[in-house]
């Protein structure tokens, strides 16, 4: 089960929501995808697979193509059939961060993505607004979630803060954080307004890793020290071309909690 994934049991009532990982519907496989809606006839579907490792989308674009935009036509296609909502998440990556509006960019902004990864998420975006009535999509910022089980930044260097180590982070990319629990909440409310459309998700304010580490240094008064870092260091361990800033705001539902809010719940529910 992906990060966002992982909360859609407690999100939504778990006796009428079906939850799949890539083993029961792989979303590259038409005909497994239409046996399970046949199956199942679902009212709503929440479409979060996707291949979100940015540097492997980059080294096989057609892999990234296939799972992100393929996968998603697929998908939509066979809601199409069904007639319902279709709520697909997408990512602030879309945007290119140059030229960064104030506080971030919004819905009405023109996204231009940088990398391969964001290519085949606004394809997919446009797939999904080319074949649904009902559609929600929803940009998230970096996305924290998962608790310990998950192995990106924040589980990464939470374990060696609290244990007072050394880190070198980087100070020179910055964005904002969508919770996952958070997210889900987000879309729950708009399924149940039966509020369509474009929305962006996250927290207020931007954040590099660097600012992430300290506030975690902060918030368990640890001795560990904080080295800030250029991307440039991390460039071969992390060849695909990321944004400067990729910091989202709302027109629709302006940000009300703040990155550091975000975090803090997150920790508190999930990691401590
Ligand atoms: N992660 C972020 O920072 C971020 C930010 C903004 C938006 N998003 C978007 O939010 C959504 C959820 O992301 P996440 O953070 O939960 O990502 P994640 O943890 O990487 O989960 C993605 C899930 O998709 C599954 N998957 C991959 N290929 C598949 C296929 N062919 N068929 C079925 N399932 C497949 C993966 O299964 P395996 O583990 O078996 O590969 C994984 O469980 C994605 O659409 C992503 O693009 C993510």
Wanted: net charge positive; charged share 25%; aromatic share 12%.
């Amino acid at each position: 089960m992906g990060t966002v994934g992982s909360y859609a049991k407690a999100a939504f009532n778990e006796s009428a929501v079906f939850i799949m990982g890539r083993m029961d519907l792989d979303i590259t496989n038409v005909n497994q995808i239409k046996k399970v809606f046949d199956k199942i006839k679902p009212t709503v579907v929440i479409h979060l697979a996707a291949l979100t490792n940015v540097d492997l989308c980059e080294k096989n674009p057609d892999l990234a193509k296939k799972i992100n935009a393929d996968g998603t036509k697929n998908m939509t296609l066979i809601a199409k059939k069904y007639n319902i909502p279709f709520v697909y998440i997408s990512t602030s990556a879309v945007f290119d961060g140059k030229n960064l509006p104030n506080e971030g960019y919004s819905e009405e902004d023109q996204p231009h993505p940088a990398n391969v990864y964001a290519k085949t998420k606004l394809l997919g975006e446009e797939i999904v607004k080319e074949n649904i009535k009902d559609y929600i999509i929803v940009r998230g910022a970096w996305m924290i979630g998962g608790g310990k089980k998950e192995k990106k930044f924040i589980s990464y260097i939470f374990d060696k803060i609290k244990n007072g180590e050394t880190l070198r982070v980087v100070n020179d990319r910055f964005g904002t954080l969508t919770y996952a629990k958070d997210l889900l909440e987000f879309v729950k409310e708009r399924l149940s307004r039966k509020e369509f459309g474009l929305f962006h998700f996250g927290s207020k304010g931007m954040c590099s890793r660097f600012d992430i580490a300290n506030f975690i240094k902060k918030e368990f008064r640890s001795n560990s020290i904080i080295e800030p870092v250029s991307s440039k260091e991390f460039a071969e361990q992390f060849p695909a071309p990321r944004p400067t800033y990729e910091v989202i705001k709302s027109v629709k539902f302006p940000l009300t909690s703040s990155w550091q809010t975000t975090l803090k719940n997150y920790m508190e529910n999930d990691l401590l």
